[in-house]
T-cell receptor, first 115, second 113 residues
Framework: DTGVSQDPRHKITKRGQNVTFRCDPISEHNRLYWYRQTLGQGPEFLTYFQNEAQLEKSRLLSDRFSAERPKGSFSTLEIQRTEQGDSAMYLC?????????????FGPGTRLTVL | QKEVEQDPGPLSVPEGAIVSLNCTYSNSAFQYFMWYRQYSRKGPELLMYTYSSGNKEDGRFTAQVDKSSKYISLFIRDSQPSDSATYLCAPLTRGGGSYIPTFGRGTSLIVHP
């Protein structure tokens, strides 16, 4: 257990529904990242926050995806009008900003299945 | 062509074997090179990393980077069944003031007793 928690662990939804996932980072970590991982692939970066500011977004992040980190602690990732192609594992990671490389600690992920 | 290429395997070896896992990459700007291990139904965990070219050893694991050929390797000595997992190489790029990993697709390793 890395100390990063995600909820729910599994979500099954029908196409066209909205879903929201939550990530709770390690408490002292000020950076939070979201990734998407499909079967047989490595995680793909979606977006990243430092405190409450969203500083980087991948072009993979379509308009149907939105992420927030309102108080610089937990974060939510919402997918509107889900499509079957959104089925994937959604991973959250957190880190502490420092000079040089800052290790990211990953949560267990939320597995989304869109029927 | 993807930025990071990695053979998905699976690679099956007997316990005690030396394992060699490899990646190639295309972006010459990469400076940090990470190896993550991911067990089934878990998030990735950082195994080790190197900065620029060279070798780095940590117990049974050795990471090697050759920037001239854009080739990354991870060697595991005396492999154990508990090493069975997917190994992801991930060079880092700068983004928004942080370092963002660009993951390969991972190589599945099976170490059988």
């Amino acid at each position: 257990d890395t100390g990063v928690s995600q909820d729910p662990r599994h979500k099954i939804t029908k196409r066209g529904q909205n879903v929201t996932f939550r990530c709770d980072p390690i408490s002292e970590h000020n950076r939070l990242y979201w990734y998407r991982q499909t079967l047989g692939q490595g995680p793909e970066f979606l977006t990243y926050f430092q405190n409450e500011a969203q500083l980087e977004k991948s072009r993979l992040l379509s308009d149907r995806f939105s992420a927030e980190r309102p108080k610089g602690s937990f974060s939510t990732l919402e997918i509107q009008r889900t499509e079957q192609g959104d089925s994937a594992m959604y991973l959250c990671a957190s880190s502490l900003a420092s000079s040089g490389y800052n290790e990211q600690f990953f949560g267990p992920g939320t597995r989304l299945t869109v029927l | 062509q993807k930025e990071v290429e990695q053979d998905p395997g699976p690679l099956s070896v007997p316990e005690g074997a030396i394992v060699s896992l490899n990646c190639t990459y295309s972006n010459s700007a990469f400076q940090y090179f990470m190896w993550y291990r991911q067990y089934s139904r878990k998030g990735p965990e950082l195994l080790m990393y190197t900065y620029s070219s060279g070798n780095k050893e940590d117990g049974r694991f050795t990471a090697q980077v050759d920037k001239s050929s854009k080739y990354i390797s991870l060697f595991i000595r005396d492999s154990q069944p508990s090493d069975s997992a997917t190994y992801l190489c991930a060079p880092l790029t700068r983004g928004g003031g942080s370092y963002i990993p660009t993951f390969g697709r991972g190589t599945s390793l099976i170490v059988h007793p």
